[in-house]
């Protein structure tokens, strides 16, 4: 099975896979400017501080026109932006040059910072205990993770400075970052670009995101002080939570592998395109579909027995 997805893969003249491959871009760069047009209606209404921003996004929720729509199509566009990455990474990984996969791959863990940053904007208790949680792991990582856990959080727990650094990490830094990446990774990846020729893909792409978010409503769940149960970190990371989930079990001591685990996929990601020329393409591709496999069925258990 690797092999013949890595001959279909590995054929430039391939039309199929051509075409996969340009569909996926424009689905990508589509749902990127619906994040941002619906971001910036968004935080004409948002508060960051603890008092207010619950409040806030209650009120967009409940009282402005079309404002649970907003809310809807920018969680969507954020959960399909980062799928269609994961996606296009994987299939464009035989043939991608190290500035495409480098430039792809900050990308996608700036997309992910936007996920982990909007999850607190949020400020109800699901938001709130998620990115706790996450913080918490990457915080058992050996020598280094108390650090990064306090950078995080601005502190040793999540207070209003937190609230206020995540708001302007998410409408100020990351965008920034994010178009200078996306603007290097569009350059290395296009020469004559042709975007009149595919404007019925993307209208398609528009219609289907639209649609998507008046079908599922955007969910904003109990305040802080009021929920319980059970808390679902985003479905990216319910494999650490199996892993963390299986440790905590067997031994609390034993739960800095999930951080670790994190932290070491983060950089082996980075430095694909190098591992691929010590140890041969063939090699570090296979690695790589069996890793995003293992992930996936660690995600799906938690799906399914976990929360």
Known sequence: MFMFFYRFLHGD??????????????????????????????????????????????????????GDFLLSLH??????????????????????SRKQWISG?????????????????????????????????VGDVPLVGETIKNIILSGDDITYLTL????????FILPLLFFALINVHIKTTYKNAAVKDDLGIIFAFIGFIIFSSVLYKYNLGDEIAEGQ?????????????????????ISPELNFFTG????????????????????????VIITL???????????????LFLI
């Open 229 to 249: 149960g059970k808390v679902a970190p985003p479905w990216m990371f319910l494999w650490a939570y199996t892993i963390d989930y299986t440790l905590g079990n």
């Open 289 to 303: 579909y069996v890793i995003f496999i293992v992930l996936s069925i660690l995600s799906l258990y938690s799906f």
């Open 105 to 137: 791959i900050f990308l996608l863990y700036t997309a992910i910072l936007f996920l982990y940053t909007g999850y607190l904007l949020r400020w109800d208790f699901e938001g709130y205990h998620s990115v706790k949680a996450a913080a918490l792991i």
């Open 13 to 66: 003249r391939n039309i199929i896979y051509q075409r996969l491959i340009k569909i996926l871009e424009l689905f990508i760069i589509t749902n990127a400017f619906m994040l941002f047009f619906s971001g910036i209606f968004l935080s004409m209404w948002y508060q960051p501080s603890p008092e207010r921003a619950y409040q806030s996004v209650y009120f967009i929720k409940n009282c402005i026109y079309f």
């Open 260 to 283: 670790t685990i994190i932290v070491f996929l983060a950089i082996y990601f980075v430095f694909v395109p190098y591992l691929k020329k010590i140890f041969g393409e063939r090699a």
């Open 164 to 171: 206020s650094r995540f708001y302007f990490y998410h409408i």
């Open 75 to 96: 969680r969507l566009s954020t959960h399909i932006f980062i799928a269609a990455m994961i996606i296009h990474m994987l299939v464009t990984l035989p043939h991608g």
